[in-house]
């Protein structure tokens, strides 16, 4: 097994992760970066914030061009489908992973792809796969390993009917209708996307009015363009259970109502990516 001492290890290489690196490579330290992905960006670059919003951007430019009434005199509104505008997402991602590439590069902070899992409280292993080569010991350790969508153990995520907000940028084709649980930052912001490419959304939340963290009035226009788009928004509803077979998605409430749709996605909280790290170790 190989050794390298470093002043600080960062697990982690998303925004949290990065900035921790930098500042302390600025300030003289010597730092080295664990990232389990291929590529630099973590979570926000290759699943989050970046595709969503790039998404988002993309969807935004098909509206204005089907609402504008000069573009109108020249020929139909277009509609495009769901993969070819996660082709321009893709675009963007490319680009964030080269930027923030040379950002490691620059500052001279070492980079190991793989598992980062503690051996002690100054020591973390690099596991590729089930073996281990690579060992780093440092005086200090930043976790910033970010989350992942909460999994809800009666819902079957292997169904190709049924995504979160990971697995949804895999989605292959365009669905008619569209069932979204938890109207949150992530599910609204979906509702929009899908809504602007002609999907009719049924926007599912157990609370009483949409981002409950901002002010009333910011919560109530999201509410009324959403429904302007085609949105239907349902409040007060609780989760029950989830039916899919080759045709359809059902969603059970706990009311008893049920809401049937093409496709499914889970959109309804997030949990920290810590298991396997070794943490007992520390």
Known sequence: MTDYRYDVVVIGAGPAGEGAAMNAAKKGKKVAVVEDKNMVGGNCTHLGTIPSKALRHAVKQIIQFNTNPMFREIGEPRW?????????????????????????????????????????????????????????HAKEIVIATGSSPWRPSNIDFTHPRVYDSDTILHLEHTPRTLIIYGAGVIGCEYASIFTGLGVKVDLIHPGDRLLNFLDDEISDALSYHLRDKGALIRHHEQFDSVEANDKYVTMVMASGKKVKADAFLWAAGRSGNTSDLGLENI
Not at 96 to 108: A, C, I, P, S
Not at 119 to 135: C, K, L, P, W
């Open 80 to 136: 495009f489908s769901f993969p070819r505008v996660l082709k321009s997402a893709e675009k963007v991602i490319g680009k964030q992973v080269k930027l923030r590439t040379e950002f490691y590069g620059r500052n001279r902070i070492s980079v190991y792809t793989g598992k980062a899992r503690f051996a002690d409280a100054n020591t973390i292993d690099v596991f590729h796969g089930s073996q281990t080569n690579t060992r780093l």
